[in-house]
């Protein structure tokens, strides 16, 4: 999760993260050089003496600075079509999870293992425990093995609302009457939190997500627990 003063992009749990932030990097190098030619242009206009009245147009220079730009754009717009197939890549995953937004929670079904499934409410601050994240945790966690290709389909019961998890490069609109699809790979055991990013009504803010990523064993046996209950 994020903590005070990370300003910036959160450390990637998943490949398609850190994808994300080699493309937001790349993307980000490109601007700052543009900024810089520009910003040095800009500047030294102040200094310019030549002067010449019958100066019209230049017909090489205007090819220049309409082509140069086209062929920078396309050094973004390239790496970013293969980020976006790559996110909408379904990888043969070996467990299914069904999120559910509701106003103002999120339930989740396990469809694979007997239709496990549960509301997960954020806790209030006043019955939050002393180590427990305010705004940010929930009752009922998310369970998932890591090193698994995991597909999350996305819905929703009233509204649209959003399932989002940053580091993990998730975020996918749960719409009424629709069912939306992606994918995922956990690389990395630990908890990750994320929140609904679609304005979805006055308790918008409080309905995070919390995914406790474990070792498939340890998965196994949360499962098989659960189903006997
Ligand atoms: Cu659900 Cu915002």
Redesign the pocket.
């Given at each position: 999760m994020s903590t005070w003063a990370n300003l910036g992009l959160q450390d990637s749990a998943s490949p398609l993260m850190e994808q994300l932030i080699f493309f937001h990097d790349h993307a980000l190098l490109i601007l700052v050089m543009i900024t810089v030619l520009v910003g040095y242009l800009m500047f030294m206009l102040f200094y310019n003496n030549y002067i010449n009245r019958f100066l019209l147009h230049g017909q090489l220079i205007e090819m220049i600075w309409t082509i140069l730009p086209a062929i920078i754009l396309l050094f973004i717009a390239l790496p970013s079509l293969r980020l976006l197939y790559f996110l909408d890549e379904i990888n043969e995953p070996s467990v299914t999870l069904k999120s559910i937004?509701?106003?103002?929670y999120?339930s989740y079904e396990y469809s694979d293992f007997n239709n496990i499934e549960f509301d997960s409410y954020m806790v209030p601050t006043n019955e939050l425990a002393t180590d427990g994240f305010r705004l940010l945790d929930v009752d009922n966690r998310i369970v998932l093995p890591m090193n698994s290709q995991i597909r999350i389909l996305v819905t929703?019961a009233d509204?649209?609302?959003?399932w989002t998890v940053p580091a993990l490069g998730v975020k996918v609109d749960?719409t009424p009457g629709r069912l939306n699809q992606t994918n995922f790979f956990i690389n990395r055991p630990g908890l990750f939190y994320g929140?609904?990013?679609?304005?979805?009504?006055a308790?918008?803010?409080f309905?995070p997500i919390v995914i406790e990523s474990v070792p498939v064993n340890y998965f196994i046996k949360w499962i098989s627990n659960n189903m006997n209950s």
């Open positions: 937004g509701h106003q103002w999120w929703a509204v649209i609302h959003s749960g929140q609904c990013s679609e304005i979805c009504g308790n918008h803010s309905m």
